[in-house]
């Protein structure tokens, strides 16, 4: 009896591997959700004479449905924030940067704060944007890391709207080969579960 288990759980594990060669590269396909991302602006320090400040908002080109297929190395940037300095003034403003970036596939929303500080001399002409740093993300054993781009001199040379992006890279993403492994022996373990009890009848 024994022994016939252990072939047939050798023929299911063979079956498995036996795909392996012709799999592609392990990749996942993280798919942006824009109207569960968000970005707020808090004013932490006004320093400013006038009425300068700076707004906030969701790039423009950040699509709903936009996939990014990222594998073991691979790397995608895209358009995230965007930045845009208003009014006059002398001095400078500071704001804390509530920004989340979610996906629908995975389904995942990463969350992260920054600092903004932005200096007027007469129109704001200068900004300056800098990010906590995110911690690696786990899907299905996969690591991924997600970055937001930190930046400097934002509204130099007479631009008063400055877009920032976001960066996706895989650090190590499993094949799924081996899940498929993994899938097959729980299976098999559930099946010698049930037909024990029946044979002991």
């Known amino acids: 009896m024994i022994g016939k288990l ?12 036996g ?15 824009r109207g569960q991302s968000s970005v707020e602006l808090v004013e932490t320090g006004r ?52 920004a989340v970036l979610a996906f629908s596939s995975p389904v995942l929303s990463v969350a992260n704060t920054g600092h903004f500080t932005a200096a007027a001399v007469g129109t704001v002409r200068n900004g300056e944007l800098i990010w906590d740093s995110i911690a690696p993300i786990i899907v299905g054993g996969s690591e991924f890391r997600i970055s937001f781009d930190t930046g400097s001199s934002l509204f130099t040379k007479g631009r008063y709207s400055m877009t920032t992006t976001a ?28 037909r024990r009890p029946r044979a002991a009848a």
Do not use: H, M, W
């Open 6 to 17: 252990f072939k047939t759980a050798a023929v299911c594990l063979a079956l498995a591997a």
């Open 19 to 33: 795909t392996a060669p012709g799999a592609e590269a392990a990749t996942l396909s993280f798919v942006v959700d």
């Open 47 to 98: 320093g400013c004479l006038g009425n300068c400040s700076v707004s906030a908002s969701l790039a423009g080109s950040l699509t709903t449905g936009s996939a990014y297929e990222i594998g073991t190395g691979d790397t995608a940037t895209f358009d995230f924030l965007a930045f845009t300095g208003r009014g006059q003034g002398l001095g400078l403003e500071n704001y804390l940067v509530k």
């Open 167 to 194: 960066t996706l890279t895989g650090v190590n993403v499993v094949p799924l080969p081996a899940t498929g492994l993994l899938l097959v022996a729980a299976l098999g373990g559930l099946a010698l579960l049930r």
